[in-house]
């Protein structure tokens, strides 16, 4: 089952939503961080979408949703974009689709 929760830095305070697993259409929310607007984004990568739009299949050659910088990188799920404080999993997983 596919789910969010929000992580939260343990320093600074930033917070954002992470996703986990597959959604109903079989697409994978891969989450990034810019390096330029110092955020953590989420690209869909996959699924039904990636059929019809093969830049879609992968993270390769995205870019941020915030700001539309090119200069994106996976997130480790512990690093804060903000302050490289560490962001904690703050256990309130939600489903979504």
């Not at 480790?76 to 974009?81: A, F, K, M, N």
């Amino acid at each position: 089952m596919a789910t969010k929760s929000t992580y939260k830095c343990s320093k600074c305070g930033y917070t954002c939503e992470c996703y986990k697993d597959r959604g109903f259409f079989g697409q994978k929310i891969s989450m990034i961080v810019c390096m330029r607007c110092h955020t953590v984004q989420p690209l869909t990568v996959g699924g039904i979408i990636a059929d019809v739009a093969p830049s879609f299949s992968s993270e390769y050659g995205r870019l941020c949703p915030q700001c539309m910088s090119d200069d994106i990188r996976i997130w480790d799920e512990s690093t804060c974009p903000k302050c490289g404080g560490r962001m904690l999993d703050e256990k309130n997983e939600e489903f979504w689709t």
